[in-house]
Nanobody, 121 residues
């Protein structure tokens, strides 16, 4: 499966952005799809995940209540709606997919390219 992430940009603190991740190559009907991020100088960290077939979601504590992961079956697209953004959310954001994906980056074999999100104070 190929993943194409987009939607990053520069936004002021308190603002919103929506990231998109379009999948191609095969259906994601049995996959978990996740967003990870890598802040400057830090390791990649889990943000949110969605089990495609059930629509169940899971979030890192740091984004719970502010970010929402969702999917559009017809468009084979996963979204990450990010509200109330903080400077600490500044990072390169990546989408990932795999059959047995969880909250660890090692759980995923398929990755999109990153999209930069910068939140200014």
């Amino acid at each position: 499966v190929q993943l194409q992430a987009s939607g990053g940009g520069i936004v002021q603190a308190g603002g919103s952005l929506r990231l998109s991740c379009v999948a191609s190559g095969r259906p994601l009907s049995s996959d978990a799809v996740a967003w990870f991020r890598q802040p400057p100088g830090k390791e990649r960290e889990f943000v949110a995940a969605l089990r495609w077939s059930f629509g169940t979601t899971f979030y890192a504590d740091s984004v719970k209540g502010r970010f929402t992961i969702s999917r559009d079956n017809a468009k084979s697209t996963v979204y990450l709606q990010m509200n109330s953004l903080k400077p600490d959310d500044t990072a390169v954001y990546y989408c990932a997919a795999d059959y047995d994906g969880g909250v660890g980056s090692n759980d995923y074999d398929y990755w999109g390219q990153g999209t930069q999100v910068t939140v200014s104070s």
